[in-house]
C-alpha cells in the first residue's frame, strides 16, 4: 500500500526531491503483473546512492524481467526521518511509495563499513525485525552484497544471505528459485536451503563459530553436510556479453557524480597491498572497443549529461586505452561532452591524451602516490617511482593544468617519520616543478591539495594480519604533517582518526560485532559515515555494554596462521599467495604487475576466470 507522503511533509525537509521519484529514465510497472518485488536499498542518502553504478546496473537488469519489480530505497535524511515517524509513515520505495515491508526482498549494497548503523535504522524504518532470526514467513527475505560483503560476519545476525562476487548472474538465479519455492508455499528455511548451494550464496545461519579462550576463532564450520564448506565468489567472463543499461536514470536534483560511467573491465593488475578491490575483483576482465563506443554513443543520447567517467580500478590499465579515449572525445565532439579520467596511474600519462581532454573542459589532475618516500612505496608495491611522479605532474603544468590533488595513506605498515617528511617534500618538489615552467607559459592559481587517508588493513589483502595505528598516534602524525604542510599553496585535508579506528573494527570484524551494532544503533548511531553526526562515545558505550574490546580487532595483529572471520570465502587468490607478499612486504620487495609476469596469485585458476597470461595463451 502506498504510503501518504503529502506536500506538507515535503515541503518542511531539505532537498524533497531525494523523496519524490519519477525520474528521467526510471521504471514504472504494472504491479498486477509481477511476481516478485525487490527493494534495492542504498544505506546512505539519494545524492550518495545514486551515484552508485552497481545500483545502476543491478536496478535496469532485474527491471528487464517481466516478473520482478526492482524499485529504489534511500536512507532518509534526518530531517525526513523524524518527519516519518512523527507522522508513521515506514520505509517506502520511490517508484510506486509501497512500503517495502511487504516487498518479496530487500537487498543492500555494502560500499562502506560505516553504514552498517543505516542498515539497522532502515530495517526498523520499514517495521521489520533488526535480527534473522525473528523473521517469518509474513516478512521479507533481507540480503546484501558489494565490497564488505566479502567479510559478512559483523553483519551476520541481521542479513538473511550474502551474494558474494558479481551480481548479475547470481541474483538471477535467487529469483528463479523464488518463484519455485512461491509455487512451493514453503517454509523460510526452505528457501535458503534452495539457494545455499547457488555459487556466491553465503547463509551465515547455516554455518557455525566457535572461539579459543583468548577470544580469537577456533573454527568456522557448516551446521549440515549438505552446506558448502566453502563459499566461491561469482564472477563474470565474458563482460562484452554481462548486462549492463543503455539508459539510466538522470535525477532531479545534483548527486555526488552527476554524469554517464563507462565500466571498462573489472579486475586490476597492479597488486598494491593495501587495496582490498585488487584482489576481490580478480582476475582481470575487458570490454571491447566496439561495446565500450557504442555504450558511450547511447548513454550520451538517452541521457543527456555532459560529462562521461570512465570507470574502473585503474583506468589507463585498459590495454586499447587511449585509442578510446580517443574516439569518445570524437563521439562527443559537438556535444559539449566532457570526458572524465579518474583512477588515472600517473606513470602512464601522455602530453597528447592531457592537451585533447582539457580541450572540451579542464578539471583539477588528481595522483596518488599513496606514500611519501620510495622505500614505503616498495612496501606497499605502488609500482611507481619519484621520477614518474615529477614527470607526470610537469606534462601537466605544460598542458595547462595548475590544480593537483596528492592523495596519501598514513599508519602504512613499517611507516616511519621519514616516510611523512617525504609526502611535505614531494608536495614542495611539485610546487617547484610549477615554477619551473616560464611564467608567461603556465596556468595561474597554482594549487596543491594533500589529502590523507588512514590506512585500514582489510580482508583479502596482504596487510590483512597487520595492527591498524591508534587513533592517539595517526593523531600525532597528522599534527606533524599539518606542520609541514604550512604552504600558501598547499592545502591539507585529512580523515577523521576516529571514524578510520570504527572502520578497521567492522573491516575485520566477526559475528559477535552484530550486538554491538544494535546497541550502537539503539544508543542514536547513524550516518556514521557523516562526521557531523558521528557519535564515537555512544559507540565505545555499545562496546563497553556488549563486554567487546575495540581494540581487539582493529589495533591487534593477527598470527599468519590465525583462523580469520573470512577464512570460509574464498576469492580465488590463495592464502600462500597472501602470506608471499606480505613477506615481501617486509623485506621492502616489489612485485611485477600482472601484464609484466604472473605471480600465481591463484586468479588464473579460478573457475572462469581468465588472467593475462591465459589470455596470451
Known amino acids: ?5 503529502t506536500d506538507e511533509i515535503l515541503l518542511k525537509v531539505e532537498k524533497p526531491s531525494r523523496y519524490a521519484g519519477g525520474e528521467w529514465n526510471s521504471v514504472i510497472k504494472n504491479l498486477e503483473q509481477v511476481k516478485i518485488r525487490f527493494a534495492f536499498c542504498f544505506p546512505d542518502t539519494y545524492e550518495v546512492g545514486m551515484s ?24 532518509p535524511w534526518i530531517d525526513m526521518e523524524q518527519k516519518m515517524r512523527e507522522h508513521n509513515i515506514p520505509l517506502f520505495a520511490l517508484e510506486t511509495r509501497d512500503e517495502i515491508s511487504k516487498f518479496d526482498f530487500i537487498g543492500f549494497t555494502l560500499q562502506y563499513e560505516m553504514s552498517y548503523s543505516n542498515i539497522i535504522n532502515m530495517l526498523d524504518l520499514a517495521g521489520l525485525p533488526v535480527l534473522s532470526s525473528e523473521r517469518t514467513n509474513q516478512h521479507p527475505f533481507v540480503c546484501a552484497g558489494g565490497p564488505c560483503a566479502y567479510n559478512p560476519e559483523p553483519l551476520a545476525e541481521i542479513i538473511d544471505f550474502f551474494i558474494l562476487g558479481e551480481s548479475e548472474e547470481v541474483l538471477n538465479e535467487v529469483m528463479d528459485q523464488y518463484r519455485s519455492w512461491q509455487d512451493l508455499k514453503g517454509a523460510r528455511r526452505d528457501f535458503l536451503e534452495m539457494i545455499a548451494g547457488i555459487q556466491g550464496v553465503y547463509v551465515p545461519g547455516f554455518y557455525q563459530v566457535s572461539y579459543k579462550e583468548d ?15 566453502k563459499i566461491k565468489k561469482r564472477i563474470i567472463s565474458d563482460l562484452d556479453e554481462v548486462y549492463y543499461p543503455d539508459k539510466v536514470i538522470v535525477p532531479f536534483g545534483e548527486v555526488v557524480h552527476d554524469r554517464i560511467m563507462l565500466e571498462l573491465f573489472r579486475g586490476c593488475i597492479r597488486g598494491c597491498r593495501f587495496c582490498q578491490a585488487g584482489y576481490i575483483y580478480r582476475p582481470v576482465r575487458e570490454k571491447s572497443l566496439p561495446r565500450l563506443t557504442g555504450l558511450t554513443e547511447k548513454l550520451i543520447n538517452s541521457t543527456g549529461y555532459e560529462e562521461i567517467s570512465l570507470s574502473s580500478l585503474s583506468t589507463s590499465d585498459f590495454t586499447r586505452f587511449h585509442e578510446l579515449a580517443e574516439k569518445i572525445m570524437e563521439i562527443s565532439k559537438g556535444k559539449r561532452v566532457n570526458l572524465s579520467l579518474p583512477s588515472l596511474r600517473i606513470d602512464s600519462v601522455s602530453m597528447a591524451l592531457l592537451e585533447q581532454v582539457q580541450k572540451v573542459r579542464k578539471s583539477g ?25 615529477i614527470e607526470s605532474v610537469s606534462l601537466a603544468f605544460k598542458a595547462g593544468w595548475s590544480s593537483i590533488k596528492l592523495y596519501f595513506m598514513i599508519g602504512l605498515p ?3 617519520y621519514s616516510d611523512l617528511d617525504g609526502i611535505a617534500e614531494l608536495a614542495y618538489n611539485i610546487i617547484d616543478e610549477y ?10 592559481g597554482l594549487k596543491v591539495t594533500v589529502s590523507t587517508s588512514n590506512f585500514v588493513p582489510k580482508a583479502f589483502t596482504p596487510f590483512q594480519w597487520e595492527a591498524q595505528n591508534t587513533v592517539e598516534t595517526i593523531k600525532e602524525k597528522q599534527l606533524y604533517l599539518k606542520d609541514k604542510l604550512r604552504h600558501k599553496n598547499i592545502t591539507f585535508n585529512w580523515h577523521d582518526a576516529k571514524l578510520s ?27 556514521d559515515g557523516w562526521n557531523e553526526h558521528f557519535k564515537y562515545d555512544a559507540w565505545m558505550q555499545a562496546f563497553n555494554e556488549a563486554g567487546i574490546d575495540p581494540e581487539f580487532y582493529a589495533n591487534r595483529r593477527r598470527g599468519l596462521d590465525e583462523v580469520l572471520s573470512w577464512s570460509l570465502i574464498d576469492i580465488g587468490v590463495s592464502l600462500t599467495f597472501f602470506k608471499r607478499e606480505y613477506e615481501k612486504a617486509i623485506k621492502e620487495e616489489t612485485t611485477p604487475n600482472c601484464r609484466q609476469k604472473c605471480v600465481g596469485c591463484g586468479a588464473a585458476s579460478f573457475e572462469r576466470g581468465v588472467c593475462f597470461e591465459q589470455a596470451k595463451g
Open 1 to 5: 500500500m502506498a504510503v501518504n507522503l
Open 52 to 75: 552508485h553504478l552497481g545500483m545502476k546496473i543491478l536496478y535496469h537488469m532485474l527491471n528487464e524481467r517481466e516478473d520482478v519489480y526492482c524499485e529504489r530505497v534511500f536512507t
Open 215 to 229: 577470544g580469537t576463532i577456533k573454527s568456522v564450520n557448516p551446521v549440515q553436510d549438505n552446506y558448502p564448506s
Open 365 to 389: 589532475l588528481t595522483l596518488a602516490p599513496e606514500a611519501g618516500t620510495q622505500r614505503l612505496r616498495n612496501v606497499i608495491n605502488k609500482g611507481i617511482t619519484y621520477e614518474n611522479i
Open 414 to 416: 613499517t611507516e616511519t
Open 435 to 444: 615554477y619551473k615552467i616560464p611564467k608567461e607559459q603556465r596556468a595561474k
Open 501 to 527: 579506528l570504527m572502520e578497521g573494527i567492522f573491516s575485520r570484524g566477526d559475528r559477535r560485532l552484530s550486538k554491538v551494532l544494535i546497541k550502537a544503533w539503539e544508543k542514536g548511531c547513524k550516518f
